[in-house]
């Protein structure tokens, strides 16, 4: 419904903020790590969102780029993961991070999350790689035989897991070095190149 709200930023406290947009306050819940990285109040932002609504609550919940947001409705859909839980999640590891522990099944880096013990990690990497698979854009094409290192093919699934196209991966990777950068190294650069766009 909302993709994103534009406009003064008017109250930032350690769960929210409340944007000003043409005279109308909209409480936006942001986690701890995007809302230190927004501009002093009285500035313009832009944050991108998700409507979230319940029964019983219609919330707003914002994020700093569309790759964290990719981030919280992937674990917002997680069985047992609530919109608070999912922020409390991202106020503690970087999109970057978290799509390599999925793909690596890498527990241990989600069980350094307050709140996620053993088995919430092991259930949440078991979910979001069966959604994953489904995705038609995650899916490689085996035909093709790409001659790229195995560092640059984990790098680019863990972009597809934000949310990119393969295609605009590959081309964003055409400028970088990519024998000498490891696949974190390769992931940053490239969402720094992607999120330019």
């Known amino acids: 419904m909302l993709a994103y709200i534009k406009g003064k930023l008017e109250i930032k406290s350690n769960i929210y903020v409340v944007i000003d947009v043409g005279g109308l306050g909209y409480k936006v819940y942001m986690s701890n790590l995007s809302i230190r990285e927004l501009p002093e109040i009285g500035e313009t932002v832009k944050v991108y969102t998700h409507y979230h609504v319940r029964e019983d609550e219609i919330s707003i919940y914002g994020f ?6 990719r981030l919280f409705e992937l674990l917002i ?3 047992g993961v609530g919109a608070k839980s999912a922020i409390s999640m991202l106020s503690n590891i970087e999109p970057s991070s ?3 522990a999925i793909l690596n099944e890498d527990t241990t880096q989600l069980v350094k999350v307050p709140g996620i013990g053993a088995k919430s990690a092991a ?15 995650i899916v490689t094409d085996n035909k093709k035989k790409s001659n790229t290192n195995e560092n640059v093919e984990e790098a680019i699934q863990a ?5 990119y196209q393969k295609k605009e991966i590959e081309k964003a990777f055409e400028s970088l070095d ?3 950068l490891s696949i974190e ?8 190149i992607l999120s330019n766009k």
Do not use: H
């Open 98 to 100: 978290f799509a390599l």
């Open 159 to 163: 972009l597809q897991v934000l949310g």
């Open 64 to 69: 700093n780029t569309n790759e964290e947001l």
């Open 185 to 192: 190294d390769l992931i940053k650069k490239g969402l720094t």
């Open 178 to 180: 990519k024998e000498n």
């Open 123 to 137: 259930r949440i990497i078991l979910e979001l790689k069966d959604k994953l698979k489904k995705e038609e854009d």
């Open 77 to 79: 859909g997680v069985s």
